[in-house]
């Protein structure tokens, strides 16, 4: 069996402020941030993953956060180097670093760039004054416009910058004003999406006056229109890009590929030599991740039959053109029949194309993913 491709995911996990709308593990910092214990974990663990590779090449590495940006460059390049002599990093990998405007310090861009970061994802989440208040984002507009075309002018291979619409008392006549204003920057990917009220985050305790149902989709359609225009194309549900820019290490999740994973709270995914598929997550807590006295995830699992089949169509059907079939069953290591079923249903309900060669939603498909992907768990039992 001829493995996935394989990705890394690197979690820094401070950032300068919670944002009110964000879930993920995400710590605001106090003090000094500590840079060489943290580090010296990050390659703790990249020396296990090492191990759990088996010498597969990796393709591409994503640094997320948190904030990133937060770390100095010559630490990013300490990193690098150190995971470059504990892995077999393809010369040609895609490096992602995620980066927020308030936090992006004139010339970081180019010296992250020398460091050997490829790309960098900028959250710029809109150029509203008042709605990046709102959003709990310690950047503002002007600050936002001029990251931008630093990073623009920092010879990267890529960048991205992250839209958020259908914002607290937006309409579609202000989040289309806003989407004009990102696409003027004129960034070869830009990823956009929808605010939602994540359980654990203060929005969810507090909630914020959203646009109803009806608005969000008129905001949604408004935003996708200008993204059309101006010659984006959608390659995910919340992702478009110049041809050619499309994020390599986020096309792998999507396409179950697996994915090494290093620092706190990181998940990974990686399929073992006996076709065993195993999700991992290590420890959550920073403090706590340094100072493990053992390494290793601290909870892990492996995927049954039925979480094959229902794991990869939540990602494949992100993708308007899906997953050709023979790839769909090499990565989950199951048969076609185990998909048809579940295909059936979809395809008679119009929210899968009847493709025999393609696992593929219809356009109606991605605008009820989640009808599409109830059509794939399992029977009762």
């Given at each position: ?5 394989l990705?890394?995911?690197v ?16 710590h ?17 663990d ?13 393709e ?19 990193l690098?180097?150190g995971?470059g002599?504990r892995?077999?990093l ?10 927020n ?14 460091a ?27 600050e ?6 630093e990073l623009?002018a ?8 992250d ?5 607290p008392?937006?309409?579609?006549e ?16 830009l990823?956009?999406?929808q605010?939602t ?10 909630p ?10 008129d905001?949604?359609?408004r ?7 101006a010659?984006y194309?959608?390659?995910e ?7 050619g820019?499309e ?12 994915y090494?994973?290093?620092g ?18 290590r ?13 290793g ?10 979480e094959?089949?229902l ?5 494949a ?5 899906g ?18 079923s ?25 605008l009820?993913?989640n009808?599409?992907?109830a059509?794939f768990?399992?029977e009762p039992s």
């Amino acid at each position: 069996m001829t493995p996935p491709p394989l990705g890394l995911y690197v979690h820094l996990p401070w950032c300068v402020r919670k944002c009110p709308y964000c879930d993920f593990n995400s710590h605001p910092l106090h003090g000094t941030l500590p840079v060489d214990d943290y580090l010296a974990a990050l390659l703790r663990d990249a020396d296990e993953e090492a191990v759990a590779a088996g010498g597969r090449r990796v393709e591409t590495v994503f640094i997320g956060g948190g904030t990133p940006s937060l770390f100095p460059p010559e630490a990013i390049d300490r990193l690098l180097a150190g995971l470059g002599e504990r892995l077999a990093l393809s010369p040609t990998a895609e490096i992602t670093l995620e980066a927020n405007p308030g936090t992006a310090e004139t010339g970081r861009f180019a010296a992250y760039r020398e460091a050997g970061v490829t790309r960098v994802s900028l959250g710029v989440q809109s150029l509203d004054a008042a709605q990046l208040h709102t959003l709990g984002r310690i950047h503002g507009p002007d600050e936002a416009r001029a990251a931008a075309r630093e990073l623009a002018a920092a010879g990267l291979a890529s960048h991205n910058l992250d839209l958020m619409y259908a914002l607290p008392g937006q309409t579609p006549e202000t989040a289309e004003a806003d989407a004009r204003a990102l696409i003027a920057l004129d960034a070869p990917h830009l990823s956009c999406y929808q605010l939602t009220l994540e359980p654990g985050t203060a929005f969810a305790a507090r909630p914020p006056a959203l646009p109803d149902e009806d608005a969000a989709f008129d905001i949604q359609e408004r935003v996708h229109a200008r993204l059309r225009e101006a010659g984006y194309r959608r390659y995910e549900v919340s992702a478009w890009s110049r041809p050619g820019h499309e994020c390599r290490h986020n096309l792998n999740y999507w396409r179950f590929g697996d994915y090494l994973a290093i620092g706190a709270g990181a998940h990974g995914k990686l399929t073992l030599a006996d076709g065993t598929i195993r999700r991992y997550q290590r420890h959550h807590m920073p403090r706590q991740y340094m100072s493990a006295p053992t390494r290793g995830p601290a909870t892990w699992r492996d995927l049954n039959d039925d979480e094959r089949v229902l794991e990869l169509m939540m990602n494949a059907m992100r993708l308007p053109d899906g997953i050709p079939a023979g790839s769909a069953c090499e990565r989950a290591g199951m048969p076609l029949s185990a998909f048809e079923s579940g295909r059936g249903r979809a395809v008679a309900l119009g929210l899968m194309a009847e493709d025999p060669d393609t696992l593929r939603p219809t356009e109606r498909g991605q605008l009820f993913l989640n009808d599409l992907l109830a059509c794939f768990l399992p029977e009762p039992s």
